[in-house]
């Protein structure tokens, strides 16, 4: 079974300033990869997903991007950090199929702009 | 896309069986039905799928009618540790999910 490492586990970061949130897949080849994003009491929001390396879409526009260097790592950036990029980062990975389970989550990154 | 819908909140006791309900009318012939739970601060977690009919396993049982237009997560004898967020997710284009707003389930001593 697939397991997601994600970190850090919380961030606190000034506006302005830069993002960097990684996040690596271990127990799976070529998975398909997910940031999501949470704000306070909502849902999940899809913001970008891959299908492999250097392959991403993006869902919502905004001020953030992600990357894929490497098959199993996942990293969502910022070059500046708005007061509305708050909130609970959660990266997931699947195998592409809905069958077998689905998604897998990382324990998901706390950041909060201030 | 298939879009879910189910109930913003619901409250139970300890002890009572607790029935979710998601509605998903446009799901697709190879769709699958996935339920997650979900604590603050914590990734969801797989409860159970299904394509048909009924499935249980150790922690939750998913009814699915014949239409598949709905489905039902039922929990048996909830306890206070079940207080969570669930989700209905329903099995679109095989590389992107998206997640309902979820259920609120709220077990009160």
């Known amino acids: 079974s697939q397991t997601i490492h994600q970190w850090p586990a919380t961030l606190v970061q000034p506006v302005g300033s830069p993002l960097s949130l990684e996040c690596t897949v271990e127990g799976t080849s070529n998975p398909n990869l997910y940031w999501y994003r949470q704000a306070a009491g909502r849902g999940l929001q899809l913001l970008f997903y891959s299908v492999g390396i250097g392959q991403i879409s993006s869902e919502v526009p905004q001020n953030l991007s992600a990357s894929r260097p490497q098959d199993r790592q996942f990293i969502l950036s910022s070059k500046k950090l708005l007061l509305s990029d708050s909130g609970f980062y959660l990266c997931?990975?699947?195998?592409?199929?809905?069958?077998?389970?689905?998604?897998?989550f990382g324990s998901g990154t706390r950041l909060t702009v201030v | 896309l298939a879009k879910t819908t189910q109930p913003i909140s619901m409250d139970s006791y300890e002890g009572q069986e607790v029935n979710i309900t998601c509605s998903h009318n446009n799901i697709a012939t190879n769709d699958y039905i996935t339920w997650y739970q979900q604590f603050p601060s914590q990734g969801p977690r797989f409860i159970i799928q299904?394509?048909?009919t009924k499935v249980t396993n150790e922690v939750a049982s998913l009814f699915i009618p014949a239409d598949r237009k709905s489905s039902t997560l039922s929990l048996p004898r909830v306890s206070l540790s079940d207080t969570a967020v669930y989700y209905c997710l329903v099995g679109g284009n095989f590389n992107k999910f998206y997640f309902g707003s979820g259920t609120k389930l709220n077990v009160k001593p």
């Open positions: 997931a990975c699947s195998t592409g199929h809905l069958t077998n389970y689905g998604y897998t």
């Open positions: 299904g394509y048909k």
